[in-house]
């Protein structure tokens, strides 16, 4: 497993995460056993992944917290997160922060997360939860504190857009795709001159994964006049990707164009199979795509914003953010 370092938290980590939430909540979505999901995760290690992240909302803290009892703790980077909306008080923050660290059977996680944080709630945020973030950050509970960005609610990362501004934030979580490079704008060109920590979502989900969603989105955006008509028109419209010196799939192609995009650290996927796990790590561990077509697909799509932010395979975006 290829490794990278975490930004300024200077901790060593697999440029592949786990993500324990999305559709498949590790199999805990797709009516798999807890004992499934445990195995899962444990396998993940085992293949060198040792970056985790999960989130009160996901419903897989206990699920993770038993898995890593049998890993060795120093080993791992445990990520999980709050929501912190308007109505949100530090109390209940830190309070989410104590249970998390219950379910999860550890004294601290590596990084604490606000999230899903909308722009809206920025000022409420840094000004009333921060303090008591890093007052909890300062008795151990957490070693570092980030933010994630609510992507189809926020398609132009106007909240990241200001966090990147703060030096409050270690990490930061950012919706980034090969449809969506935002982030490249926005983001990136900021973390790596403070050496902020990036973990990468979204890379791909639905719309590289599910058949036809791809042509779809293209006919779509094509009739609101934010893509050519030609592309609408091909039956693969990324098709150029796949060659004997590119990639082998196009779900090859998103992790790899993730994973080698400068400011990218760690790029999570979620999965609930062994096959499914063992093949993103594979392509994660793979080389850059090439130049040239790095460089098509931002002449092509470098232009779009919120395209492919689905958190369902129907389109409709969830509650919590992610």
Sequence with gaps: MDTTTLGKTGLTVSVAGLGCGGDSRVGLAKGHEKAE?????????DLGVTLFDTARAYGTE??????????PRDRIVVATKHHARAATTAEALIAGLDESLRALGTDYVDVFQLHALHPDDYDYATAELVPALLRARDAGKCRFVGVTETGPKDPGQAMLRRAVRDDVWQVMMVAFHMMHQGAIRNVFAHTQESGVGTMIMFAVRFLFSVPGKLQETCRALAAEGRLPQAIADDPEPLGFLIHEAGARSLIDAAYRYARHTPGADVVLFGTASREHLRSNIDSLNRPPLPEGDVQRLADLFGHLEGVGLDFSSRGLASADGR
């Design 37 to 45: 999901s445990v195995r899962l995760i444990r396998e993940a290690f």
């Design 62 to 71: 206990e699920i993770l917290g038993e898995a890593i009892a049998a890993m």
